[in-house]
């Protein structure tokens, strides 16, 4: 069974950084694509930053909201994935889910953005 548990959501002011972890039980993220993907009130889910598999070269993609302001990254050992947001703004405010495969996602972890 995939579990995927997101953390390290929180409340910062704007200028600020947070730094959320994807942890992964029941799958390899290695092997496969892992994304963020976030959803503020009233909006629709959106993609925010991917890592693809090793075999695939581990390259990254992101929204061009978050370009030069977030980053994406995989710990094998640990098998878990950090999305490092810098220069944080209040519309990056929004619940951020950890997603691998298309279908398993996480509960989500909140992030808000004071001005």
């Known amino acids: 069974q995939v579990q995927l548990v997101e953390s390290g959501g929180g409340l910062v002011q704007a200028g600020g950084s947070l730094r959320l972890s994807c942890a992964a039980s029941g799958i390899i993220f290695s092997i496969n694509v892992v994304a963020w993907y976030r959803q503020a009130p009233g909006k629709q889910r959106e993609l925010v930053a991917a890592?693809?598999?090793?075999?695939?070269?581990?390259?990254?993609t992101y929204a061009d909201s978050v370009k030069g302001r977030f980053t994406i990254s995989r710990d094998n050992a640990k098998n878990t994935v950090t999305l490092q947001m810098n220069s944080l703004k209040p519309e990056d405010t929004a619940v951020y889910y950890c997603?691998?495969?298309?279908?398993?996602w996480g509960r989500g972890t909140q992030v808000t953005v004071s001005s």
């Open positions: 997603n691998t495969k298309a279908v398993h």
């Open positions: 890592i693809r598999s090793l075999s695939s070269g581990g390259t990254t």
